[in-house]
């Protein structure tokens, strides 16, 4: 009992000797930016509060100039040639799809590695404006500003209450064979919206 005592004395000592060697090593300056509480409360995400759309023409006319980044240009590219003759309703629903896909380990992590997935192979991206040998010209410009304010809004964390975690779309004009395959969610304007279906675990 005594010598399973000292023994484990020694390995304290042992553990609280390397520590301390470990925390001299590190230096005071990064360990007093360890213990800064004022950086963690940084770092820690704000309770994000969403703007309440109005999915009207009249609505978006109001809101202020969009304002893109990078990731939003994207997605305003992608409505404008995917979604520009739709209703404001329609093109918010097609943006929440991009988005959905974003979210999905199914797909890229980023708006335009989304919406640029496949493109190079003709016919063979997820957007056919990608990919179909015709170049992005804009020549709407109008067009372009009230997708941009979706695309603005949309990026920005904008809730997606329109096509229930829709990842797919198409035009009621073609019957792709995927189709088939999922969940058709909604349909607004000239698109049906679908997820895939979701598997209950088994135990």
């Given amino acids: 009992m005594l010598a399973s005592a000292a023994a484990a004395e020694n ?4 553990i609280a000797s390397a520590e301390k060697m470990g925390l001299n090593a590190m230096g005071s300056d990064k360990l007093a930016s360890l213990l800064d509480t004022s950086a963690i409360r940084e770092i820690r995400p704000k309770a994000r509060k969403t ?3 109005d999915y009207s023409r009249k609505w978006l006319s109001k809101q202020p100039k969009a304002s893109l980044t990078e990731q939003a240009s994207c997605l305003a590219e992608a409505l404008y040639f995917e979604a520009r003759g739709e209703s404001v309703v329609g093109q918010f629903a097609v943006a929440e799809v991009i988005m959905n ?3 999905s ?3 890229p992590n980023s708006i335009c590695g989304v919406i640029h997935q496949g493109t190079g192979r003709k016919y063979a ?3 056919t404006y990608t990919c179909d040998g015709h170049p992005e010209h804009i020549g709407e410009p109008a067009a372009y500003a009230q997708v941009s304010k979706v695309a603005s809004l949309m990026a920005r964390g904008a809730d997606r ?3 229930d975690g829709a990842t797919y779309y198409h ?3 073609v019957s792709p064979s995927w189709a088939r395959k999922f969940a058709r969610t909604t349909t607004i304007g000239v698109h049906h919206f679908y997820r895939r279906h ?4 088994q135990n």
Avoid at 198 to 201: A, D, G, I, N, Y
């Fill in 11 to 14: 390995t304290a000592d042992d």
């Fill in 125 to 127: 991206c997820q957007f």
């Fill in 105 to 107: 380990p199914s797909f």
């Fill in 161 to 163: 209450p329109l096509t």
């Fill in 51 to 53: 703007q309440k759309i």
């Fill in 171 to 173: 035009t009621h004009n």
């Fill in 101 to 103: 896909r974003v979210d």
């Fill in 198 to 201: 979701t598997r209950l675990s």
